[in-house]
């Protein structure tokens, strides 16, 4: 069984910055892509951030190129994202994601989800 706890979210001003954490029990953290994803108000989940196993490989949403870096620690079981110059629109809950397979990350279809954190970007 894997568990996916995030710690980080907060409220946090509009130019302000945030780094969330995703720690992960159970022993498939190491082959596991990893992603974050987000869900507004009204609006469906999408992915914001993934990275591969050995973090060579990272891709963003487009709203948040420039502004988000993903990173991990396989050493400590963590996956984090770096949230700068956040906006309003960035106002979410965040979840944390894994999965074996890269392609199930990236197409929202992963095996294991946390239970999510809020980010409120006050303007």
């Known amino acids: 069984q894997v568990q996916l706890v995030e710690s980080g979210g907060g409220l946090v001003q509009a130019g302000g910055s945030l780094r969330l954490s995703c720690a992960a029990s159970?022993?498939?953290?190491?082959?596991?892509?990893m992603g974050w994803y987000r869900q507004a108000p009204g609006k469906q989940r999408e992915l914001v951030a993934a990275?591969?196993?050995?973090?060579?490989?990272?891709n963003y949403a487009d709203s948040v190129k420039g502004r988000f870096t993903i990173s991990r620690d396989n050493a400590k079981n963590t996956v984090y994202l770096q949230m700068d110059t956040l906006r309003p629109e960035d106002t979410a809950v965040y979840y944390c994601?894994?999965?074996?397979?890269?392609?199930?990350?990236?197409?929202?279809?992963?095996?294991?989800w946390g239970q999510g954190t809020q980010v409120t970007v006050s303007s």
């Open positions: 994601a894994a999965d074996p397979h890269y392609i199930r990350v990236v197409t929202a279809k992963p095996t294991y």
């Open positions: 159970g022993n498939i953290f190491r082959i596991s892509t």
């Open positions: 990275i591969t196993p050995g973090g060579g490989t990272t």
